[in-house]
């Protein structure tokens, strides 16, 4: 989307007003203007809206308003707001939009929008757009299109400004004031300076443009920044490296090193909110790409699929348990407390695992520092595990008076936590080697291993201890 | 930091190579050089590093090649690098070094990042590096210092340009052509364009100025853009706003709307990351505060406390296994299947509560659509619930070849996983409104509901159905 630069002043009230919803007086208001179709009313009340807060307006009202208000919007629709709504939302809209005016839409869009418009379109709808749009943008948009799904190359804004190396800043001064409107990009923070073959020879921004003498050859201004995505690379790793060296924007090169567009670092602030909501849904056992506004069944069976999972988990546990059936028969204590040896290990582990997880996705935690680390949290899981065995073995002991409690659940305690730190920052090392996302697939293993280790040597210790048989 | 347009190329490289860290070979033969105080070989090696990446390899080294490295470079070691490491890290390095270092280094600073440096010194230190200080340096850093941590007051860059409204663009242009570099900030995007009394007028980007008749009047050309954050605001507000409206950068006023400062997308990229990584430590039960290289008996006590919380919720289980001691006792496969009554409800839960925190983090969860969400969750709890508890309870039946186990533990399962979606969605709702974050404290609460309720539900039922007594 385009860094944005237009008052949005009344939008930024509302949103602080109803942390980030409109309130229901307004949403019905709305709603019975589009269900009476009162296209002046509808102009009336959201016309003035910024996109953001139109977007955050669309998801509010109910499936059937949505592509009826885009509809009485008219060209007075700025695409654009749907960019600022959530995937399912913007399906549920473009669907049951006419060709013609997805055509209107898009046209309008800057490149990066345009594409992801598009990318959300059926395939023959698609084309049908693409077809109907000027030959120029069909070039630019299919080629975008090409690039792999997230890649820098879906990502980029396509208009921007090169110029070759014996301009100078005087020139490309006047450039700009000759130049009309249009055919600049809404916002831009540099001109990048290409030889005839289109490869990036430097960047010059503008405040060094600006600075510069009139007389100074953009070639003599220009930051030689070998520093450069390519079109095909992932946004993941373009994020990095904004993030790493602080940019705000950063040119995107094909196959052959020629300037086909450039990131800015608004598209890249959604790269990492996204990265980061689809590591916590990872980690709490959720699909990365479930959204709030997702289809009930849709969302119910991705819950399921790994619950099924944990199911399993959960049987392997109790196959633990049935094994010493009659140990849990001659002494029902075990039954009682076995779940605290299990539950704070799964806890304990959970914790490790959780750092691990974040550190890898920060690359805080890469091979040079992997063995301190992996042996710290051994540490801490050794001393927090003698902690708490003594703690809950006291209170077991005289809870069932039964001194010899306090040895074995002492002991089982400080195996399991042990265990669950060994788990906890291996599993997702392994994992991450092994190119697996370790938010999405350590957490099961990790509570098997706890309840699995908890539960088989609270019992066993307790077997041996009291001569159970 | 300011945002950065130095050639990083070298770093870009080995951060790829090495996934964010240097290779022993590398970090070893730096701290060689560093132990023999050999100053030239030091330069050599880390003298044409990019910040971020000096900051990285300054993470690599050992506690007392930091400090000595810094000296070592003397005044070529760019502060900048010390935001680059983590909060541990650079306090260990900067209550090393000596104040005439520090003072040296944070001279060269932009204003927010000598706040940075600054805010993470003892009291009387900064005192002492403040007074040695010019006095107009001092009385920013001082200002800024004033508001309170984490604020846009000590996020924001003090060098700005601001220039009356009467001024033309093409006076603009010349104004800083003839400023010399120092008295500009090193990166820009804006002028502000402010009264007599420094109140905010309104904004005018250098894409638009460069674009604009030299004749034009900068209040002619201006947005007059409301939008703009108080100093005193918190950051992670300022960074809502940034996100919302895609901006790149955000004028900072005081109480009386008077200029201040101004935020930039880089420091706000800097806010969302911080909140996503404290977001999942939360949800992993590890202090939001804990960082990688903190030391061990800190992180030891912090994930002591948490699990000590746990513990007490483990022994609330517990209670509610006695009581059921004696039909435990007559019929041990309750023991064997509990677990998995509850743990299936911890799960489902969990993915529940991961949702509704992660929703309302991204204000997508507000009043306006609480209800609807939590009547879906109630539903897929509901679906989900009876699923499982179908196939748990056919398995449970054929392994201990009693069918009464179906309906008991179908019942059980159903309970739990409706019981554990209402806590997963209330829970946080509940927290969030009372203005505790969610995140923190939803966990224990809502893993105490499910295995109160599951083992709860799962005895009772077996009770009843088995006349167990």
């Known amino acids: 989307m385009p860094l944005d630069h237009e008052d949005a002043a009344a939008g930024a009230d509302d949103f602080r007003a109803e942390s980030g919803g409109f309130d229901a007086e307004f949403v019905f208001e709305v709603e019975a203007a589009v269900a009476l179709g009162d296209s002046d009313r509808v102009h009336e009340l959201v016309g003035d809206l910024h996109e953001a807060d139109l977007g955050a307006l669309l998801e509010q009202l109910s499936h059937e308003a949505r592509p009826r208000l885009v509809e009485l919007m008219g060209s007075d629709f700025d695409f654009t707001a749907l960019m600022e709504v959530g995937e399912a939302t913007r399906e549920d809209i473009l669907e049951e939009l006419p060709v013609e005016t997805l055509v209107e839409g898009v046209r309008d869009l800057e490149s990066d929008d345009a594409v992801a418009i598009l990318e959300t379109l059926e395939p023959e709808e698609q084309a049908e757009v693409l077809e109907a749009l000027p030959a120029q943008d069909r070039i630019v948009l299919r080629r975008s299109l090409d690039y792999p799904d997230g890649s820098a190359g879906r990502l980029m804004q396509t208009t921007l400004i090169a110029v070759p ?12 004031r000759e130049t009309d409107g249009d055919a600049l990009p809404d916002n831009f923070f540099e001109v990048f300076v290409v030889d005839p073959g289109y490869h990036l020879l430097g960047t010059v921004f503008l405040d060094a443009l600006v600075r510069a003498k009139p007389g100074a050859r953009l070639d003599e201004i220009m930051q030689e920044d070998r520093r450069r995505v390519k079109a095909t690379e992932d946004g993941a790793e373009a994020a990095r490296l904004f993030e790493r060296y602080n940019l705000v924007s950063v040119p995107v090169v094909d196959e052959s090193e020629r300037l086909v567009g450039v990131l800015t670092i608004d598209d890249i602030v959604d790269v990492i909110q996204e990265q980061a909501s689809e590591e916590i849904k990872a980690l709490g056992g959720v699909n990365p790409e479930e959204e709030l506004t997702d289809d009930f069944w849709w969302i119910a069976k991705s819950r399921f699929t790994w619950l099924f999972i944990n199911m399993l988990t959960a049987f392997i546990t109790s196959t633990v348990l049935k094994t010493f059936q009659s140990q849990l028969e001659q002494m029902v204590a075990l039954a009682v407390l076995g779940p605290i040896v299990a539950g704070q290990g799964g806890n304990s582990a959970t914790q490790t ?25 051994l540490a801490i899981g050794g001393v927090n595990g003698a902690a708490f065995g003594l703690v809950t073995g006291l209170v077991a002991a005289n809870w069932f008076q039964n001194v010899g409690l306090l040895p074995v659940m002492a002991l089982a305690m400080f195996t399991n936590l042990v265990a669950g730190a060994f788990g906890g920052i291996v599993v997702p090392l392994v994992f991450d080697r092994f190119k697996f996302d370790p938010a999405v697939s350590s957490g099961p293993f990790v509570t098997t291993i706890t309840d699995v280790v908890g539960y088989g040597a609270f019992l066993t210790i307790a077997t041996l201890w009291f001569h159970l048989n």
């Open 353 to 377: 695992m959780t750092v691990a997880v974040r550190a890898l996705a920060t690359r805080e935690l890469n091979r040079s520092n992997a063995l301190k680390i992996i042996f710290r949290e």
């Open 165 to 176: 190396p014996f301009w100078t800043a005087g020139r490309v001064l006047d450039f700009f």
